[in-house]
Structures are given as C-alpha cells and as structure tokens.
C-alpha cells in the first residue's frame, strides 16, 4: 500500500505564511506527478498547484506568484509555501500523487487525508 501524510496546516493571520508538508511511504517504485489540491465545504476539490518528477510546475490562477510548490525526489515529499494568505485561502488542502508501485505496474492515484488551512484574523 502507500501512504500520503500532510502536515502543516493551522491557523494563520491575513498575509501571513505557511509551508505543507507530504510524505509518500510504502510499496513505492516511482512517482510522477505530486501535487496540492484543497476544498472548500459545499464546493469542488480544486488544483493549487502540481509538480512532475523532473520539476514542471502548474499553478491555479488564484495562487500564481503566492504559492510555490516544490519537491524531495529521494524523500518522496512534495511541499507546498504559502504566502501572501488571505481568507479565500481557507480550506482543507489535500496532497496527491501518481506512483507506481512496480516497474511493470501502472501508475495510480493517491490521495492524502487533508490538512485544514485557516486564514482569519
């Protein structure tokens, strides 16, 4: 099995920071894309940002120039800096990744439990 574990979230003021945190564990042979994607209750699960295994990276509109995700290949973790909040950042960040777990295997699909971000004063 794999594992994905966030950590990181909190409580943060309007314009201030935060870094997560992914760690990927278990029956893993490689990981392709890693990335963050967070919802807000009643709405959909939405991208914030991805980056692939050789460091490509995809940011959402509302994050570009805020937010920057980055990635340990050999730690296979995927981290996400957060600066510049505000309160429409609320929401439970969530980590994903495509691993494959063997050479012949095909890569799938893992998501983290979530880690809720809150922004407010």
């Known amino acids: 099995q794999v594992q994905l574990v966030e950590s990181g979230g909190g409580l943060v003021q309007p314009g201030g920071s935060l870094r997560l945190s992914c760690a990927a564990s278990?029956?893993?042979?490689?990981?392709?894309?890693m990335g963050w994607y967070r919802q807000v209750p009643g709405k959909q699960r939405e991208l914030a940002a991805s980056i692939t295994n050789d460091g490509r990276t995809n940011y959402a509109d509302s994050v570009k120039g805020r937010f920057t995700i980055s990635r340990d290949n050999a730690k296979n973790m995927v981290f996400l800096q957060m600066n510049s909040l505000n309160a429409e950042d609320t929401a439970v960040y969530y980590c994903?990744?495509?691993?494959?777990?063997?050479?012949?295997?095909?890569?799938?699909?893992?998501w983290g439990k979530g880690t809720l971000v809150t922004v407010s004063s």
């Open positions: 994903n990744a495509d691993v494959r777990r063997a050479f012949f295997s095909n890569f799938i699909e893992y």
């Open positions: 278990g029956s893993i042979f490689s990981i392709n894309v």
